[in-house]
Nanobody, 115 residues
Framework: QVQLVESGGGLVQTGGSLRLSCAASRNIFSINSMGWYRQAPGKERELVARITRTGNTNYADSVKGRFTISMDNTKNTVYLQMNTLKPEDTAVYYC?????????WGQGTQVTVSS
């Protein structure tokens, strides 16, 4: 099990930026991959971006070119830099970590983009 603590959500206007942080309780190199998911009201949770311990990344088509996932091994932290935010990015964002076949989730952080 990996404990995850997210931070950085908030209210921003269309076109603005936010950076989410996810601090893991274990060394990132012991985790297969970490990712950011989001869930908007009435919708299913969807993958936003994912990064493996070797640094490979993948993104949802809807955020490509606007969002960047990165990790700081010295802080066991994964970041999601979100630029050019749109109202449709409004959701609760969750951090997830996959380790030894098990997925751990953070508590979620609200991101609201006003039009």
């Amino acid at each position: 099990q990996v404990q995850l603590v997210e931070s950085g959500g908030g209210l921003v206007q269309t076109g603005g930026s936010l950076r989410l942080s996810c601090a893991a309780s274990r060394n990132i190199f012991s985790i297969n991959s970490m990712g950011w998911y989001r869930q908007a009201p009435g919708k299913e949770r969807e993958l936003v971006a994912r990064i493996t311990r070797t640094g490979n990344t993948n993104y949802a088509d809807s955020v490509k070119g606007r969002f960047t996932i990165s990790m700081d091994n010295t802080k066991n932290t994964v970041y999601l830099q979100m630029n050019t935010l749109k109202p449709e990015d409004t959701a609760v964002y969750y951090c997830a970590a996959v380790r030894l076949g098990s997925t751990s989730w953070g508590q979620g952080t609200q991101v609201t983009v006003s039009s």
